[in-house]
């Protein structure tokens, strides 16, 4: 499916807003995460060892930072582009951390999922069902990608 100028542009706006507040946004997602998941919280060596998301870890932060900048990149990337482009270290270094943590499609759909409802209450009336598919589309590229790389890291 090809990312249109329209999802660009709203996925585009929506970081705006969201950037000014990733402390806080970066706690909700990953507590939407592991409400969604709770076992997940083992995938995570930053929250392995403690009954909560921690209010004030850095590791927690600069992770769910990562992920929606890199969301929103392949978003822009995929209008300019028509694909994802991630540096390719990068690109196989999440291909293969993925592969050690045993992570599998399902684990996708929950972090989506999260990171869908992240935007949402971050966005408030902002927040569309043309802006979700927009992020769901960004992201769902971004993860196909992870995925690829994910597959040639298990045949090597």
């Not at 990953?30 to 590791?59: H, R, W």
């Not at 932060?61 to 969301?71: G, L, N, Y």
């Amino acid at each position: 499916m090809a990312f249109t100028e329209q999802q660009e542009v709203l996925v585009k706006e929506s970081w705006e807003v969201m950037k000014l507040n990733i402390p806080d946004l970066s706690l909700r997602f990953f507590t939407t995460i592991l409400e969604i998941a709770p076992a997940a919280k083992g995938m995570f060596s930053f929250l392995k060892d403690s009954d909560e998301v921690p209010q004030n870890n850095p590791k927690l932060k600069a992770h769910a930072v990562k992920v929606f900048k890199m969301t929103c990149e392949s978003a822009v990337q995929l209008r300019e582009k028509g694909e994802v482009l991630v540096a390719e270290n990068t690109l196989k270094n999440l291909g293969s951390v993925h592969v050690k943590k045993g992570v599998i499609d399902a684990h996708f759909e929950v972090v989506k999922e999260a990171l869908l409802r992240t935007i949402q209450a971050a966005l408030g009336e902002k927040w569309s069902d043309e802006m979700g598919g927009a992020w769901g589309e960004a992201y769902d590229q971004l993860a196909a990608a992870i995925k690829a790389e994910m597959k040639k890291d298990e045949a090597s």
